[in-house]
């Protein structure tokens, strides 16, 4: 059974800063790619980041470039996502999902489809 629970989540000012946990359980996160997501209100699902099994290979999004860092602790299997100089355009649920599928997975690109394991997803809030 693999579960995947975020936490971390919160309320931050403009230019302010959150760390995001994605801690699973099932499997181990050192084999897979692990992606963050994010859904705004009345907005679709839109991939932010991800991290690649083959040698910490990062991805992110061009509106998080700089600002966010993702990363991963392997003797915790957890992933984390730093957010720094948050913007309100930030906010949204933040999911954190796993590939399982696509080997390697988060080579150049976050593409939905291909994550498989998804969490009940933490909230953040960027307001002044």
């Known amino acids: 059974q693999v579960q995947v629970v975020e936490s971390g989540g919160g309320l931050a000012q403009p230019g302010g800063s959150l760390t995001l946990s994605c801690e699973v359980t099932g499997l181990n996160v050192d084999y897979y790619a692990v992606g963050w997501f994010r859904q705004a209100p009345g907005k679709g699902r839109e991939g932010v980041s991800c991290?690649?099994?083959?040698?910490?290979?990062?991805y992110y999004i061009d509106s998080v470039k700089g600002r966010f860092t993702i990363s991963k602790d392997n003797a915790k299997n957890t992933v984390f996502l730093q957010m720094n100089s948050l913007k309100l355009e930030d906010t949204a649920v933040y999911f954190c999902?796993?590939?399982?599928?696509?080997?390697?997975?988060?080579?150049?690109?976050?593409?939905?489809?291909?994550?498989?394991?998804w969490g009940q997803g933490t909230q953040v809030t960027v307001s002044s």
């Open positions: 999902a796993i590939d399982r599928t696509t080997i390697p997975g988060c080579v150049g690109r976050i593409a939905e489809h291909e994550y498989d394991n």
């Open positions: 991290i690649s099994s083959v040698n910490y290979g990062r």
